[in-house]
């Protein structure tokens, strides 16, 4: 403990019972530096309590979560129960080409599936990949090929919890019979189905509602949505199942794995108090907006024709009107900074111009937690190792702007460097980060 933080909690003791623990309004916090963004978890609330009941549980569902492999035994504690309610986990070393890693688990710890690739199922060595689900996320042992948790490289992975109205697993055998239905658990519209072969080699069959049943995306590739009636018997899923084919999706004998995105942007209430989720298209031309009813936290989006399948989300960095990074899910590639494709607003998202030729885009959102506000502080940076400014940024002012100790100019503007202040941590962009 330093000597401030030792005067602090000095102080806190002599101001009785009802003074607040140092530990959680002070921290001295020394990281490295990335040329990524990362989460500095110190503990300390900035942003107050979850504004709702509702948004709580949108917190309990979904994670975006980054973090510095060891290659060794390493917990990712995200809040997420996967123990109790199971989800998926989706992994990607973010500074150089290595696979996207999806565990889920239906089909246990074990057993990693590639966004990137067509490759069956891998599984992988006792100790090394996803070593449990936990209460409170995953635990990770030693890398396997670089996609987990290689030493000193920076990760982005994201948590789904199995729940109405956002997400569910199904696993099933096929059997080689058109027309077949499978039952899911969502009780609302599917916003986006994408089913995997895992006993042999296949490509990633994706169903999007605002194309329907006739048509089919392939999650690896970089293909354009097309006709055909072997994935889905050209039939919409319902509130309570999917209809699969004779072929990609339902060969006999093969086994598979279908996870299940719902579409309910007004949530079961109908006036968008408690919608999580949304999937739908939007037409780009010189830029295109996208009116959810809420902010989004997260965004996979891809042009209908031929491009890639882009991740943008808060914990690679979203930014208000500039680009933030991106991950693609069809290519083992590391993440792209400053090509993001996505500025989020309060209702939605907008596309700036210049990214897409003109086209239809889809696209799933999930909604952003929202919070009180009742806590708030300073955050104040400097690089220990090199001649920089001192940058001081508080909650009062917005995380994008900053004032420089040791200099009388006026505050500045700059969504990379501090991009948000969070309940136990805040997110740092590139910039000051020695």
Same mark, same amino acid.
């Given at each position: 403990?330093?000597?401030?933080?030792?005067?602090?909690?000095?102080?806190?003791?002599?101001?009785?019972?009802?003074?607040?623990?140092?530990? =959680?309004? @002070? #921290?001295?916090?020394? $990281?490295? &530096?990335?040329?990524?963004?990362?989460? %500095?978890? !110190? +503990? /300390?609330? *900035?942003?107050?309590?979850?504004?709702?009941?509702?948004?709580?549980?949108?917190? =309990?569902? @979904? #994670?975006?979560?980054? $973090?510095? &492999?060891?290659?060794?035994?390493?917990? %990712?504690? !995200? +809040? /997420?129960? *996967?123990?109790?309610?199971?989800?998926?986990?989706?992994?990607?070393?973010?500074?150089?080409s290595s696979a996207h890693g999806i565990f889920d688990t239906e089909r246990g710890y074990s057993g990693m599936?590639?966004?990137?690739?067509?490759?069956?199922?891998?599984?992988?060595?006792?100790?090394?990949?996803?070593?449990?689900?936990?209460?409170?996320?995953?635990?990770?042992?030693?890398?396997?090929?670089?996609?987990t948790n290689d030493i000193t490289h920076p990760y982005a992975s994201w948590t789904f919890k199995k729940k109405?109205?956002?997400?569910?697993?199904?696993?099933?055998?096929?059997?080689?019979?058109?027309?077949?239905?499978?039952?899911?658990?969502?009780?609302?519209?599917?916003?986006?189905?994408?089913?995997?072969?895992?006993?042999?080699?296949?490509?990633?069959?994706?169903?999007?509602?605002?194309?329907?049943?006739?048509?089919?995306?392939?999650?690896?590739?970089?293909?354009?949505?097309?006709?055909?009636?072997?994935?889905?018997?050209?039939?919409?899923?319902?509130?309570?199942?999917?209809?699969?084919?004779?072929?990609?999706?339902?060969?006999?004998?093969?086994?598979?794995?279908?996870?299940?995105?719902?579409?309910?942007?007004?949530?079961?209430?109908?006036?968008?108090?408690?919608?999580?989720?949304?999937?739908?298209?939007?037409?780009?031309?010189?830029?295109?907006?996208?009116?959810?009813?809420?902010?989004?936290?997260?965004?996979?989006?891809?042009?209908?024709?031929?491009?890639?399948?882009?991740?943008?989300?808060?914990?690679?960095?979203?930014?208000?009107?500039?680009?933030?990074?991106?991950?693609?899910?069809?290519?083992?590639?590391?993440?792209?900074?400053?090509?993001?494709?996505?500025?989020?607003?309060?209702?939605?998202?907008?596309?700036?111009?210049?990214?897409?030729?003109?086209?239809?885009?889809?696209?799933?959102?999930?909604?952003?937690?929202?919070?009180?506000?009742?806590?708030?502080?300073?955050?104040?940076?400097?690089?220990?190792?090199?001649?920089?400014?001192?940058?001081?940024?508080?909650?009062?002012?917005?995380?994008?702007?900053?004032?420089?100790?040791?200099?009388?100019?006026?505050?500045?503007?700059?969504?990379?460097?501090?991009?948000?202040?969070?309940?136990?941590?805040?997110?740092?962009?590139k910039r000051y980060q020695h």
């Amino acid at each position: 403990m330093s000597k401030l933080a030792k005067s602090l909690a000095a102080a806190a003791g002599n101001a009785g019972a009802d003074a607040p623990n140092v530990e =959680d309004v @002070f #921290s001295t916090y020394l $990281y490295g &530096g990335t040329a990524y963004s990362q989460d %500095i978890k !110190n +503990g /300390i609330n *900035l942003v107050g309590e979850p504004a709702t009941e509702f948004d709580q549980t949108m917190i =309990d569902s @979904f #994670s975006s979560t980054t $973090y510095t &492999g060891n290659h060794s035994n390493k917990t %990712i504690q !995200n +809040g /997420i129960d *996967l123990a109790a309610d199971g989800g998926m986990v989706w992994i990607k070393r973010r500074n150089s080409s290595s696979a996207h890693g999806i565990f889920d688990t239906e089909r246990g710890y074990s057993g990693m599936l590639q966004s990137n690739g067509s490759d069956p199922q891998d599984n992988f060595p006792a100790g090394k990949g996803v070593t449990s689900f936990n209460s409170d996320g995953f635990s990770l042992g030693q890398s396997y090929f670089g996609s987990t948790n290689d030493i000193t490289h920076p990760y982005a992975s994201w948590t789904f919890k199995k729940k109405a109205r956002f997400f569910d697993i199904v696993t099933y055998t096929g059997n080689g019979t058109a027309g077949r239905t499978i039952a899911h658990n969502l009780g609302c519209e599917v916003g986006m189905l994408i089913v995997k072969v895992t006993s042999t080699a296949g490509g990633w069959q994706v169903l999007h509602r605002s194309l329907g049943g006739t048509k089919y995306g392939v999650l690896d590739t970089t293909a354009a949505f097309a006709s055909s009636i072997n994935q889905w018997n050209n039939t919409d899923p319902t509130s309570t199942e999917f209809t699969v084919g004779n072929y990609d999706t339902n060969e006999s004998g093969r086994t598979y794995v279908a996870y299940v995105f719902a579409h309910d942007p007004l949530g079961a209430a109908g006036d968008g108090s408690d919608g999580m989720i949304a999937c739908g298209k939007v037409a780009y031309s010189s830029g295109a907006t996208v009116n959810l009813g809420w902010e989004p936290q997260y965004v996979l989006i891809k042009d209908e024709s031929t491009g890639s399948w882009n991740i943008c989300d808060d914990a690679l960095g979203m930014y208000e009107s500039t680009r933030g990074s991106r991950i693609d899910a069809d290519t083992m590639g590391s993440e792209f900074p400053t090509y993001g494709v996505i500025y989020p607003t309060s209702t939605g998202f907008t596309v700036p111009s210049g990214i897409y030729n003109p086209t239809n885009l889809i696209y799933m959102a999930i909604r952003k937690p929202q919070y009180d506000g009742t806590s708030g502080g300073m955050t104040w940076i400097k690089c220990r190792d090199n001649t920089n400014y001192h940058a001081l940024f508080d909650t009062e002012r917005g995380a994008s702007n900053l004032l420089y100790s040791n200099t009388t100019s006026s505050q500045s503007t700059d969504e990379f460097q501090l991009n948000s202040f969070n309940a136990d941590w805040f997110l740092m962009w590139k910039r000051y980060q020695h």
